[in-house]
Nanobody, 125 residues
Framework: QVQVVESGGGLVQAGGSLRLSCAAS????????MGWFRQAPGKPREFVVV????????YYADSVKGRFTISRDNAKNTVYLQMNSLKPEDAAVYYC??????????????????WGQGTQVTVSS
């Protein structure tokens, strides 16, 4: 079992920045690829970004490429999502998730076994 807890959400003006954190506990954190997904009201959950176990491989959704940056600190069992130049369409509940099967089909939420409760990001225009 891996427990993940997100933090860092909040209200920000368009063009602003937020940094989300995802703290994991339980099994060896460094064995897992870690992803962020988001879900806006009335929309399906969508992939945002993923980082491989070593931190060397990352994949971003086109909608956030160049604005968001994912990183991980395996010594602290934590993943970070730096979000810059936020847009109103970025508003959603952001979920952190752990995948034990690496980066294959990283965009598919079914590849992730462990999920946090989510943190709300609100972007005002």
């Amino acid at each position: 079992q891996v427990q993940v807890v997100e933090s860092g959400g909040g209200l920000v003006q368009a063009g602003g920045s937020l940094r989300l954190s995802c703290a994991a506990s339980g099994r060896t954190f460094s064995n897992y690829a870690m992803g962020w997904f988001r879900q806006a009201p009335g929309k399906p959950r969508e992939f945002v970004v993923v980082i491989g176990w070593s931190g060397e491989s990352t994949y971003y959704a086109d909608s956030v490429k160049g604005r968001f940056t994912i990183s991980r600190d395996n010594a602290k069992n934590t993943v970070y999502l730096q979000m810059n130049s936020l847009k109103p369409e970025d508003a959603a509940v952001y979920y952190c998730a752990a995948s034990p099967v690496g980066l294959g089909y990283y965009y598919d939420s079914r590849r992730y076994d462990y999920w946090g409760q989510g943190t709300q990001v609100t972007v005002s225009s």
